[in-house]
């Protein structure tokens, strides 16, 4: 089990706004605006996007000494997920601050997630030995959604309060959910996506998995924003990520047959396609697609090698999440828009919801964590860089 201790650090100053922009029905009213009056922190800027607002801050909140949060997210070691733990780190430093605990009296969280994303079978077994850790809240992001209910059948049972951030299920114990409103997100990227094609033409998704609700619920929103309101926008293919040995499978037949085809009796595996030639195939068979949407930061990656590889650089692609090297792809071109999550504010209101659950204190059952639409064009103002992360 991997597990990074958290302890807090805290960065708050002055106020900020988030307003919208966008198409009538569509999320954009997420979007982060430039307030040219006040300059404030990326953190705080991050923070003013969570609301309630209740949720950026941790007045009022009087947890006994030496309490125990569990954070359990879907990976370790990625920007998004490193975020989130910042988020919780400056949470609980801000709460022991305001209560005055130092030393043995601290309340502590951890942070702990599979070494892979998507990881189902170690997810559940973080879960289960943190819950023999009896937490005070215990807080997960589900990779499935259907997997963990016998483990919150033992929470509920031993008064352990369970929070869901990022992710959600269908567990009807949840004390909270804290996240961005990934429907309306997908309805923002494809408005964006409409726009950048000029409202006609094929377009390819491809979604992180079929397993969790935020998957489902940005397929929801593209979908659905598409077919409301762009019928000379087609979405001709839907590639799911954790379907990638079904696709080697296809891909290896494909191979097979162009093997016959010039006259080659070779026969190719599935066990020998490599995850290149997948995506390679995948544009082969649309060759009239003019975007792709991807779900999330890795699918994302994934799929501006893939247009690179095939010198498909009139193909306009739009993404989810940052990171390092999205944002320098969105800065060299080759990306065409990310929206960016708010993994910071996930981070720090999971904190306050499980800090909440645990007290009885009574919570919202949604708290939306917002999001940005970011471009080259507006990369460099104040508030869209506040919200990038590495």
């Not at 309340?107 to 559940?124: F, R």
């Not at 031993?158 to 269908?170: A, L, R, T």
């Not at 940005?218 to 040995?245: C, F, N, V, W």
Request: glycine share 8%; with cysteine.
């Amino acid at each position: 089990m991997k597990n990074r201790s958290i302890l807090l650090t805290c960065m708050l100053c002055a106020s900020l706004f988030l307003t919208a922009c966008g198409r009538d029905d569509t999320s954009d009213k997420n979007n982060v605006v430039l307030n040219e009056e006040k300059a404030e922190s990326k953190y705080q800027t991050r923070l003013n996007m969570v609301q309630p607002q209740a949720y950026s801050s941790v007045e009022g909140i009087k947890l006994e000494k030496g309490s125990y949060i569990s954070i359990i997210g879907k990976a370790e070691d990625s920007a998004y997920w490193d975020e989130i733990a910042k988020g919780a780190e400056d949470a609980v430093k801000a709460l022991n601050e305001q209560l005055g605990y130092e030393g043995k009296d601290k309340i502590k969280v951890t942070y702990n997630g599979p070494s892979h994303e998507g990881d189902v079978d170690e997810q559940i077994n973080i879960l289960d030995e943190e819950l023999d850790r009896y937490p005070a809240a215990l807080a997960i992001a589900p990779i499935d959604r259907t997997a963990c209910e016998v483990q919150f059948d033992l929470a509920t049972e031993n008064d352990i309060p369970i929070v869901e951030f990022d992710s959600g299920s269908d567990y009807q114990g949840i004390m909270a959910k804290v996240m961005t409103n990934n429907k309306e997100a997908g309805m923002t990227a494809a408005d964006k996506m409409a726009s950048l094609i000029d409202e006609q033409g094929e377009v390819l998704l491809f979604v992180q998995d079929n397993k969790s609700t935020s998957a489902q619920d940005r397929e929801s929103g593209i979908k659905g924003q598409i077919q409301a309101h762009y019928p000379q926008i087609q979405i001709s293919g839907t590639y799911y990520m954790d379907d990638l040995e079904e696709l080697k499978k296809m891909t290896a037949e494909k191979l097979t047959e162009k093997n016959k085809a010039n006259g080659s009796e070779e026969e190719v595996t599935a066990d020998s396609v490599t995850e290149e030639q997948v995506m390679a195939q995948i544009l082969e068979q649309h060759p009239n697609a003019k975007g792709c949407i991807a779900t999330s930061g890795e699918v994302t990656e994934k799929v501006l090698d893939m247009c690179e590889a095939a010198g498909k650089e009139d193909m306009k692609i739009i993404g989810f999440d940052g990171g390092e090297n999205l944002t320098e792809a969105l800065d060299d071109g080759s990306l065409d828009g990310l929206i960016i999550q708010n993994p910071y504010g996930i981070g720090y209101a999971t904190v306050v919801a499980s800090a909440r659950s645990a007290l009885d204190m009574g919570n919202e059952a949604f708290v939306d964590t917002g999001y940005a639409w970011v471009t080259k064009e507006n990369m460099e103002e104040t508030a869209i860089k506040n919200m990038l992360y590495e």
